[in-house]
């Protein structure tokens, strides 16, 4: 398996923006595909998004238009773009890596997972 360590995480007002980075280690970064997942407090883990190795990406209907998902195989790194940051996008973003693509993904189902990174977007 795969270890994923994320960062960037912090406090950003309403409206602004923040990237966050995973790091991969221990296996062929790009023989996976790639996700972003968060958790609120009290609430289940959710999907945001994911980038296939071929650079395909797929997104959570509620951050489409405001994330970004890429990849950069050189530096076993991906990274999630946030924009237009709203208070209810405060949660811990985990980063996970699978080998597998296909509508699957959102059941979140994945081989490997990083221990999260704290977002907080005030109003």
């Known amino acids: 398996q795969v270890q994923l360590v994320e960062s960037g995480g912090g406090l950003v007002q309403a409206g602004g923006s923040l990237r966050l980075s995973c790091a991969a280690s221990?296996?062929?970064?790009?023989?996976?595909?790639m996700f972003w997942a968060r958790q609120a407090p009290g609430q289940e883990r959710e999907f945001v998004g994911g980038?296939?190795?071929?650079?395909?990406?797929y997104y959570a209907d509620s951050v489409k238009d405001r994330f970004t998902i890429s990849r950069d195989n050189a530096k076993n790194t991906v990274y999630l773009q946030m924009n237009s940051l709203k208070p209810e996008d405060t949660a811990v973003y985990y980063c996970?890596?699978?080998?597998?693509w296909g509508p699957g993904i959102v059941d979140m189902d994945f081989d490997s997972w990083g221990q999260g990174t704290q977002v907080t977007v005030s109003s």
């Open positions: 996970a890596a699978d080998p597998n």
């Open positions: 980038i296939s190795r071929s650079d395909n990406t």
């Open positions: 221990g296996g062929t970064f790009s023989s996976y595909s």
